[in-house]
């Protein structure tokens, strides 16, 4: 469909039809998923006023996705701290001077204690992040049983442990695990400039191996960590053109940490602080481009006003982190969040676990 109701005009490549004829149909506007999006088509969306922007990203989030309802997951960090990687944003690097604790892999009954307090504050997933490289296969047992109990209580799995293996995938597949979170965390370009110790195309390699095991994608990135807009464009771009769209998109806002390198440079350059405005921005052309995937509102709500992040829910963002922890920085809270809720008129979305893969063979 297309702002004029014409459904059957096809997307249009061209960026300057896009950027000066703001009064006829959205070019863009189609419930048709594409992956041949070009950088152009991208930037040009960007460059919009904001609020041709804004209603083209909002009349595509009605016709894909029941407007008002938001997807709630919790997040529990089951191995924190002493990775061996150099993400210049984090502070569970070991790289970073954060003065976080490394700890060991929490046992499962722990794991699970804290999935039904999470199920009982209303979250329908549950996302079990790991500060590793990539798991060892030792830790798989442990791993899969945390799966599976997650499972068994009805709620959806997610985990994020580093770079996995297509055996790996195949074992997590295997367990029932619904999402698997890696993100691509920004251009190709920028990228290199945040993180050495692993490429863009490891992280490509991994996203195939999950998406080849059957496993949801989530894939997204970090905005804010003083790339430019072109960098914004090559991010989105970046995953609008997977040969299958990541059914999740978490875009984070930069969680400045002390003694990481992006956050330190944040604190001492505070300019350099994403803009509401280009944030909204970027889940609006998010949403745009990727019309059947949740965009989650992910890191960094606990510093977002109120009416930013109902933009960003106008601009077709459909899924928050809930609870007062992310893995190891602070949240929202889930107080903050039912007021939200209520002022806004937004309700949660009920868990759908994919079918278990075992249970559908038998
Ligand atoms: N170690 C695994 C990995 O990197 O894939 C999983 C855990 S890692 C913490 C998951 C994601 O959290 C990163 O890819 C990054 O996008 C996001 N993240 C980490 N630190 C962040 C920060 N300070 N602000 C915003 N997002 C952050
Ligand atoms: C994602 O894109 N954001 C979440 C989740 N995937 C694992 C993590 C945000 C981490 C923020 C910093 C922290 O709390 O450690
Ligand atoms: Fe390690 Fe993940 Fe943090 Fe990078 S983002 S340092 S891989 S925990």
Known sequence: MSLDGNSSSPPQGGAQTIAQDHSGPCPAAGNEVRNDWTREEIAALFDLPFDDLVFQAATIHRANHKAGQVQLSTLLSIKTGGCPEDCGYCNQSAHAESGLKAEKLLDVRTVLQSAAQAKDAGSSRFCMGAAWRNPKDRDMPAIIEMVQGVRQMGMETCMTLGMLTREQSEMLAEAGLDYYNHNIDSSPEYYEKVITTRTFEDRLETLENVRGSGINVCSGGIVGMGETREDRVGFVHALATLPRHPESVP??????????????????????KIDDIEFVRTIAVARITMPASMVRL?????????????????????????????LTTGNAGDDADQALFAKLGLVPMAAEPRENQLEAAE
């Open 251 to 272: 875009v984070n806002a930069l969680v400045p940490v002390r003694g990481t390198v992006l956050g330190d440079m944040l604190a001492d350059t505070p300019l350099a």
């Open 298 to 326: 992910s890191a960094g709500r606990e510093s977002m006003s109120e009416s930013t992040q109902a933009l960003c829910f106008l601009a077709g963002a459909n899924s928050i982190f809930t609870g007062d922890k992310l």
